[in-house]
């Protein structure tokens, strides 16, 4: 089994509102990663976990916040968004292995920020 | 910092003819994989390849790394309607375990 599972699906939100983004993997994996993605565009991290801890951030804004409750789960909440936030939100997972430690991604969110 | 050029960054054919898909760096790389992404789907993996000149095949699709492990490419024979998508190259792992990902390539496959 290599499914990550992301919910919502599409998520319709207001500059003022606060939502949270929600990844779950089950594979025992234990680095999981949150990417943004614009249209025919390549993925762009934001953060990665590694063991549950934040071990990057690639200077991304505060008004996104990551959270990994547990080794299964991972949350992305979100404030005070801008319009130019609106995206694909892809969540991965991998085995931190050393040499071949392939992500498998999720199915994504589609954030609109009106 | 670690770069994959991918090319084409467009391509549409017709159904049935064949083509290639490039991905190349200065840098070595431990490990590449092909993704397969369809609008407002996550990116699908398709391979991982890790060994200098190693040759997957999956279907009608064919994935070679080079020697160097700087490059790689996919083929497609006789394409279908449903090979329809944006492919990328990632190859990892880099520093602190990122992929670097190729621009992509927006496949359309016309019937």
């Known amino acids: 089994d290599t499914e990550v599972t992301q919910t919502p699906k599409h998520l319709v939100m207001g500059m003022t509102n606060k939502k949270s983004l929600k990844c779950e993997q089950h594979m025992g994996h234990r680095a999981m990663y949150w990417y943004k993605q614009k249209a025919k565009k390549p993925p762009e991290l934001m953060f990665v976990y590694s063991y549950e801890k934040l071990s990057i951030n690639e200077s991304v804004p505060s008004r996104f916040s990551p959270e990994c409750p547990n080794s299964s789960l991972l949350n992305l909440h979100l404030h005070a968004l801008q319009p130019e936030d609106s995206a694909l939100y892809l969540c991965?997972?991998?085995?931190?292995?050393?040499?071949?430690?392939?992500?498998?991604f999720g199915p994504g969110t589609r954030l609109t920020v009106l | 910092t670690q770069l994959l050029e991918q090319s084409p960054q467009f391509l549409s054919i017709q159904e049935g003819e064949n083509l290639t898909v490039y991905c190349n760096s200065s840098?070595?790389?431990?490990?590449l994989q092909w993704y397969r992404q369809e609008p407002g789907e996550g990116p699908v993996l398709l391979v991982t390849v890790v060994t200098g000149g190693e040759v997957k095949k999956l279907k009608r699709l064919t994935f070679q790394f080079g020697d160097a492990r700087k490059d790689s490419s996919l083929h497609i024979t006789a394409a279908q309607t449903g090979d329809t998508g944006l492919y990328l190259c990632?190859?990892?792992?880099?520093?602190?375990?990122?992929?670097?990902f190729g621009s992509g390539t927006q496949l359309t496959v016309l019937p």
């Open positions: 991965a997972s991998s085995q931190l292995r050393i040499h071949t430690d392939t992500q498998y």
């Open positions: 990632a190859g990892g792992p880099g520093s602190a375990r990122q992929l670097t």
């Open positions: 840098s070595v790389f431990s490990s």
